[in-house]
């Protein structure tokens, strides 16, 4: 079945950096695009980055365009999310995710699920 575990959450200053890691087990993920979502209390799960197969074709959502970056090893089974900049916005939970189809900004293209990893943003 293939498990995603994502690590690297926790607590930042405004303006600090975290990097969070998504680490594929059981299967390997290296033919699927992967994406970072989050999901603040009381808000929607929102896109913030995707990026294909092969490492290409990074997209980022608006508001972290610039700040954060999303990378892959295939070799190691597993996707990153550099933030830097952090603001209070930020705070959520963060999943990552595969999808079978190209680098999806919508959450119902993505069939398998990472259980989320916490970042909070003092401000």
């Known amino acids: 079945q293939g498990q995603l575990v994502e690590s690297g959450g926790g607590l930042v200053q405004a303006g600090g950096s975290l990097r969070l890691s998504c680490a594929a087990s059981?299967?390997?993920?290296?033919?699927?695009?992967m994406g970072w979502f989050r999901q603040a209390p009381g808000k929607e799960r929102e896109f913030v980055a995707a990026i294909t197969s092969t490492g290409g074709n990074p997209r980022y959502a608006d508001s972290v365009k610039g700040r954060f970056t999303i990378s892959r090893d295939n070799a190691k089974n597993t996707v990153y999310l550099q933030m830097n900049g952090l603001e209070a916005e930020d705070t959520a939970v963060y999943y990552c995710?595969?999808?079978?189809?190209?680098?999806?900004?919508?959450?119902?293209?993505?069939?398998?699920w990472g259980q989320g990893t916490q970042v909070t943003v003092s401000s």
């Open positions: 995710a595969a999808s079978q189809l190209y680098s999806s900004t919508f959450p119902t293209s993505y069939n398998a």
């Open positions: 059981g299967r390997t993920f290296s033919g699927y695009s």
